[in-house]
């Protein structure tokens, strides 16, 4: 594996620690944490190459559970601790197992609150999660053996790499909750993006996978069209055709790439092959093809993580700017600080919807002189608001009973 890059979460998160022996036992738990998930993505790109075909995929979900496991144990070392102080006394706090997690174990805490607990409290609260982690993390275990096992029994080779893919997803996620819940428990929040640099959770790929979709579907689609029109200048078809393919090249050398399911980064690798290796003449109907076959790739925002997501922040958006518009007579001032807020927002919204994503381009153009300006801001802000309104509530038929 490459050397990793410099985890300033994590040093950040050992400096709030005053307690030496907890501050030693956080280190390691998120450092084998930083491990695992590290070698969870080397499995993942080893599933699209596999150029050594079985035996290489064995070899590298061996070197890839190591890590996992080491993981598994040590919260197995740190579960029975529940209750128990750094160095094995007793603590007055009654902790009878773990409890059942909504938005985290300290969530609805102030910050600031939070961090003037004592180290000892903390750890205690840590580890009273860990049965439940622990719990989790051997369920995907156990997932991924028999995946892994049916795979290299499984003649459809495909078949078999997705579902090794789904399999390496639900143990990276797990290592994230476990990342998490640390992050939770000795800050009071967590920014999944930067606990391990360089990777991310199911949710942090789905939007970013999302949106550089959406920016190279665009891309291409405008490309495109000069290419299928009969009247084009050869030249210019010619010149249109090369920046499809320098856009496809950029695509699958990002990072984002690898996020993508390995079916998917397998079908970009033969079109990228056969876009290469052509041109505007002879591949127009590769090009044509290439633009319909990312538009069917919008059902990545279909995906049940992504759902759960723009329906949140939509509603949330639509709620901040419906209640903002109407005082914008009373406090324009805070009114635009709303609408700059509800435009932040939006960004995450990216790749959803075309409408949104250029009325997002369109705030993002706008001088801070502007954003300031009523005049300017409310009319973006009320087509926002226009745009992620959740739709009405079908109404029952009168008379009829609901259920």
């Known amino acids: 594996m490459s050397e990793a890059p410099e985890n300033t979460a994590l040093a950040g998160l050992l400096a709030t620690i005053s307690d030496r022996r907890?501050?030693?036992?956080?280190?390691?738990?998120?450092?084998?944490?930083?491990?695992?998930?590290?070698?969870?993505?080397?499995?993942?790109?080893?599933?699209?190459?596999?150029?050594?075909?079985?035996?290489?995929?064995?070899?590298?979900a061996d070197a890839v559970l190591s890590h996992f496991r080491r993981l598994l144990e040590y919260l197995g070392m740190v579960a029975p601790s529940a209750g128990a102080s750094a160095d094995?006394?007793?603590?007055?706090?009654?902790?009878?197992?773990?409890?059942?997690?909504?938005?985290?174990?300290?969530?609805?805490?102030?910050?600031?609150?939070?961090?003037?607990?004592?180290?000892?409290?903390?750890?205690?609260?840590l580890a009273a999660e860990m049965d439940t982690l622990k719990y989790g993390l051997s369920s995907e275990l156990k997932e991924f053996d028999r995946r892994f096992s049916d795979a290299l029994k499984n003649d459809r080779k495909e078949q078999a790499v997705r579902d090794l893919n789904d399999a390496t997803t639900g143990l990276m996620d797990g290592v994230f909750a476990v990342m998490t819940t640390v992050y939770e428990c000795f800050l009071g929040h967590a920014e999944p993006e930067r606990m391990v640099p360089g990777h991310r959770d199911t949710l942090g790929k789905a939007l970013a996978v999302r949106r550089a979709l959406a920016e190279l579907r665009r891309e291409v689609r405008d490309l495109n069209r000069p290419i299928q029109e009969r009247?084009?200048?050869?030249?210019?078809?010619?010149?249109s055709y090369q920046r499809i393919v320098e856009a496809v090249a950029r695509f699958v050398g990002s990072d984002v790439f690898f996020y993508l399911r390995s079916d998917t980064r397998r079908d970009f690798a033969q079109f990228h092959e056969s876009l290469a290796n052509g041109n505007a003449a002879r591949n127009r109907l590769e090009c044509e093809g290439f633009d319909k076959y990312l538009d069917s790739l919008a059902f990545v925002s279909q995906r049940g993580v992504l759902i759960k997501h723009d329906t949140d922040l939509r509603t949330k958006i639509s709620a901040d700017l419906d209640r903002a518009i109407k005082f914008v007579a009373v406090l324009p001032d805070v009114v635009c600080e709303v609408i700059e807020q509800a435009f932040v927002k939006g960004e995450r919204l990216l790749g959803l919807n075309d409408q949104i994503d250029a009325l997002v381009d369109?705030?993002?153009?706008?001088?801070?002189?502007?954003?300031?300006?009523?005049?300017?801001a409310v009319p973006l802000g009320q087509r926002l608001l226009d745009l992620v309104r959740p739709p009405p509530a079908p109404q029952a038929p009168a008379g009829e009973d609901v259920f």
């Open 231 to 239: 009247a084009t200048p050869a030249d210019v078809a010619e010149a």
């Open 362 to 376: 369109e705030w993002s153009a706008l001088t801070p002189e502007q954003r300031a300006d009523v005049q300017c």
């Open 22 to 60: 907890i501050r030693r036992k956080v280190q390691k738990l998120l450092q084998l944490g930083e491990e695992a998930v590290r070698a969870l993505g080397e499995l993942d790109i080893a599933l699209y190459l596999r150029e050594d075909g079985e035996e290489q995929l064995q070899i590298v």
């Open 88 to 125: 094995g006394g007793d603590v007055e706090l009654e902790l009878e197992g773990p409890a059942p997690r909504k938005s985290g174990p300290i969530a609805t805490r102030s910050v600031i609150a939070h961090r003037e607990r004592p180290d000892e409290e903390k750890w205690s609260a």
